[in-house]
């Protein structure tokens, strides 16, 4: 069984950062070819991806956080990190890790198969 638990949200001014972390457990990336993202979703609003990893540790980025965000993993702590630098208010939502078996990954929410709980992020101006 696969989990995701998140880590590392909270709250912090316009312009700051912040690392958020998912562990996970039940598999290891040794073991399985996996790929994860990170999707949030902020009040009223859809969930949407922010950023990705595949397998072989390519990247890919929403554009509202290229240049800011960084997307990178741990293999041998099975850990998951997003860097979040320059921070504006409109990235204040709930952050989800999501994981799923397969090389390539993308930011469509229908793609991943295991969600952690999530983790708050407040930005405040």
């Known amino acids: 069984q696969v989990q995701l638990v998140e880590s590392g949200g909270g709250s912090v001014q316009a312009g700051g950062s912040l690392r958020l972390s998912c562990a996970g457990s039940?598999?290891?990336?040794?073991?399985?070819?996996?790929?994860m993202g990170w999707f949030r979703q902020a009040p009223g609003k859809r969930r949407e991806g922010v950023a990705c990893i595949g397998s072989d540790g390519s990247t890919t980025y929403a554009d509202s956080v290229k240049g800011r965000f960084t997307i990178s993993k741990d293999n041998a702590k099975n850990t998951l990190y997003l860097q979040m630098n320059s921070l504006k208010p409109e990235d204040a939502a709930m952050y989800y890790c999501?994981?799923?078996?397969?090389?390539?990954?993308?930011?469509?929410?229908?793609?991943?198969?295991?969600w952690g709980q999530g983790t708050q992020v407040t930005v405040s101006s």
């Open positions: 039940g598999y290891t990336y040794s073991n399985f070819y996996i790929y």
């Open positions: 999501a994981a799923d078996r397969g090389h390539l990954c993308g930011l469509r929410e229908s793609s991943y198969k295991y």
